[in-house]
T-cell receptor, first 111, second 114 residues
């Protein structure tokens, strides 16, 4: 059974610190890995999409890496801000676009 | 360019009733997927529609059904509601099927079954 795991389930950091969020997946035939942000009671906002042929993607303060051999992806958020407080979800995509999600990491950035 | 719009935003139903949730896909997108997100969990794939045909289904019973219309908007129907159906239902659209396409998600419909 394919699984996506995110550890830790929750994380609290002071403003200005860098955030490191981890995602593990079991499907070595992964087609892509996506990171999403979810605010309480809201839908998902796509942050970064890494194709299986890529090793990382960057957007502003966000950087995501993908290591298929170890089944891991890491999302780095530099110089965290209170506005970064949200739940971050990773999802592996298969060949026809179905996403399998982890349970998410809830992040709180304190001023 | 409009995003993905879902209606209604909140809904309360009684066990055993039927419900229809609606989704308008982003302009230019022909693929719609539906996900169920229980409290504290990640979204679970229900099914995907591509050009009005079901294009894949997750581990959900037949009482979960869907439709996609010629304008690529979509409906999710759930019959014989159970308490465990209480969840946030998310719709996502894409400009194609397959791993090369990213998804745009709507804000979801919060369904409460009492």
């Amino acid at each position: 059974k394919q699984e996506v795991t995110q550890i830790p389930a929750a994380l609290s950091v002071p403003e200005g610190e860098n955030l490191v969020l981890n995602c593990s997946f079991t499907d070595s035939a992964i087609y892509n890995l996506q990171w999403f942000r979810q605010d309480p009671g809201k839908g998902l906002t796509s942050l970064l999409l890494i194709q299986s042929s890529q090793r990382e993607q960057t957007s502003g303060r966000l950087n995501a890496s993908l290591d298929k051999s170890s089944g891991r992806s890491t999302l780095y958020i530099a110089a965290s801000q209170p506005g970064d407080s949200a739940t971050y979800l990773c999802a592996q995509g298969d060949s026809w676009g179905k996403l399998q999600f982890g349970a998410g990491t809830q992040v709180v950035v304190t001023p | 360019e409009t995003g993905v719009t879902q209606s209604p935003t909140h809904l309360i139903k009684t066990r055993g009733q039927q419900v229809t949730l609606r989704c308008s896909s982003q302009s230019g997108h022909n693929t719609v997927s539906w996900y169920q997100q229980a409290l504290g969990q990640g979204p679970q794939f229900i099914f995907q529609y591509y050009r009005e045909e079901e294009n894949g289904r997750g581990n959900f019973p037949p009482r979960f059904s869907g439709l996609q219309f010629p304008n690529y908007s979509s409906e999710l129907n759930v019959n014989a509601l159970e308490l465990d159906d209480s969840a946030l239902y998310l719709c996502a659209s894409s400009s194609g099927t397959g791993a090369d396409y990213g998804y745009t998600f709507g804000s979801g419909t919060r369904l409460t079954v009492v």
